[in-house]
């Protein structure tokens, strides 16, 4: 299984990179930092899609990164596009460190004019599941209020403010998993 899941993960970065210069390529890298019981614990992500011109399958990929473990997840993707709306699903395998154990997630993006959602989910038989949830909307030109929901963050309000492709956001969370609140904040630029 793990020399399979190894495979899918070099063939969809192969096909990444192999795919014509005229599609489009977005990414978004953000940095996290939770500060909880005079700690810091930080993550680093980076997340990626491909579309190919006058197509709705994409390509997807994601990495992060954090001082205990890292991940490598990527696959396919369906997008869909109205004047007003825009929707994106995808799913993939991947793998994660430091046990180079298999490693699944999906995800979905939905914007509708001011508002929008992002939710990944992950899971695996070394770390177990995971999810991150985002929500916004935006309450000026460049100020948004929403909801954060991860786990091993917790749940609670997000406000983001941006500049053209950067952000930075505030999040102040309850993980009821270790019952604490902690503040956060990320950084981030789209591009």
Do not use: K
Not at 7 to 26: D, G, H, M, R
């Amino acid at each position: 299984m793990r020399n399979l899941i190894t495979l899918f993960t070099i063939a969809t970065l192969v096909i990444l990179s192999a795919l014509p210069a005229e599609a489009q390529t977005n990414w978004q890298i953000d940095a996290q930092v939770l500060f909880r019981d005079g700690a810091r614990e930080s993550l680093t992500g980076v997340f990626t899609t491909h579309s190919i011109t006058e197509s709705s399958v994409i390509a997807w990929s994601y990495l992060g990164v954090s001082p205990s473990w890292g991940e490598a997840l990527g696959g396919p993707a369906f997008a869909s596009a109205s004047a007003n709306s825009y929707f994106e699903v995808g799913v993939g395998a991947g793998v994660e460190q430091p046990t180079f154990t298999p490693r699944f997630g999906a995800y979905a993006l939905y914007v509708r004019g001011p508002a929008d959602v992002f939710l990944f989910l992950e899971w695996g038989d070394a770390t177990g599941s995971w999810y991150y949830l985002t929500s916004h909307y935006a309450v000026g030109r460049n100020i948004s209020l929403g909801v954060h929901a991860q786990r091993y963050v917790g749940v609670g309000p997000r406000v983001r403010y941006g500049i053209g492709p950067a952000y930075i956001a505030g999040t102040y969370t309850y993980d009821h998993e270790v019952e604490m609140w902690a503040p956060g904040v990320s950084t981030g630029i789209r591009f």
